[in-house]
């Protein structure tokens, strides 16, 4: 059975060294890190996500705030909030909550974010940043998973490191980070021929497609360490909940399948998630400490 990767942990660890840090940087430099998310609309999903992030930032003594726009927020108002963001010297960090409303083109809005301050690290300028092993800012999803797996394996020099999902968010991000730390990297999605046989190849296989359980036991290497992206929201077991309206999280890993044969395994919930939120406190620290010329502060964290 395989060994059970515990992002929960990991991230509370994380938040607590994160936290001291801040106390740390606010009574030697006076440098208290802010961070802004911007939410709109009404979308359940995102409304606990952005409160827990909000919730998290104040935990770790940041100075925290959260706009909450109505779903009719125009393209020109939310631009006009970033612009002010943007310009707010107590606001290091700025995160727009996706999905964004149709109505919204998300790439704009992300673009006009200060590349400085994207602490989601999806700005073309932080992209083209990871992909040339620059300093930027790292989405966070991905960087987590490193941080699980170099935690679990130590070096990833040499791994066959299958990634299933192409998204700018999590799939791309994911890629260049585990070919930085010397994996052989292949990236594959829905329409690669045989994608089982080509999992089967992989010593970490992430999953990052969101279908609930597509990936199989039988797609898993035996001893593969398989990091699972995926937060699916499916209808309860029990069929009684499930008319009633109760749901329950999944991941995009067939989990009690592929625990049988994997080596390690995130859960979900209880895994990748929790650290997308640890992480983005800690990019938003490091967004702080670079404006003020304090990267040297960030070394225990690198
Ligand atoms: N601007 C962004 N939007 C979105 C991002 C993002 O990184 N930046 N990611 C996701 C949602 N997300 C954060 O925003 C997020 C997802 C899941 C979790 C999490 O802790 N999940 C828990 C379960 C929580 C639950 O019960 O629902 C877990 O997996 O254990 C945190 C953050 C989309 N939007």
Not at 35 to 58: F, I, M, W
Not at 218 to 227: M, Q, S
Not at 238 to 261: I, S
Request: glycine share 10%; proline share 6%.
């Amino acid at each position: 059975m395989a060994h059970i990767i515990d992002g929960k942990a990991f991230a509370g660890a994380l938040r607590e060294r994160i936290g001291a840090k801040v106390a740390d940087l606010t009574i030697r430099h006076g440098l208290k890190p802010g961070l802004a998310v911007v939410l709109v609309g009404e979308d359940p999903a995102s409304q606990v996500y952005v409160r827990n992030k909000g919730e998290q930032t104040h935990a770790a003594g940041m100075h925290s705030v959260t706009h909450r726009l109505e779903a009719s927020t125009t393209q020109e108002d939310l631009l006009a909030l970033v612009h002010s963001l943007n310009a707010d010297p107590a606001i290091h960090g700025i995160l727009v909550q996706l999905p964004l409303p149709a109505h919204i083109d998300s790439n704009a809005v992300l673009g006009a974010i200060d590349p400085n301050k994207d602490v989601d690290g999806f700005h073309v300028v932080n992209a083209g940043r990871l992909a040339v092993g620059l300093p930027g800012m790292v989405p966070c999803t991905p960087l987590g998973c490193l941080m699980l797996l170099k935690d679990h394996l130590g070096s990833l020099k040499g791994k066959h490191a299958v990634v299933v999902g192409r998204s700018n968010i999590v799939g791309k991000p994911m890629a260049q980070l585990l070919l930085q730390a010397d994996c052989t990297v292949t990236i594959a999605h829905s329409r690669t021929a045989d994608l089982p046989a080509l999992c089967r190849t992989a010593d970490i296989l992430v999953a990052a497609v969101g279908r609930p359980g597509m990936v199989k036991g039988d797609w898993v290497k035996p001893g593969a360490v398989v990091i699972d992206v995926g937060i699916n929201r499916v209808p309860a077991r029990d069929p009684e909940a499930a008319a009633a309206g109760k749901t329950r999280l999944v991941g995009d890993v067939a989990y009690d399948e592929a625990a049988a044969v994997a080596g390690a395994i995130t859960p979900v919930p209880g895994g990748v998630g929790p650290m997308t939120i640890a992480v983005l406190l800690l990019n938003t620290l490091t967004a702080a400490c670079r404006s003020r010329g304090l990267e040297a502060e960030l070394a225990e964290f690198n």
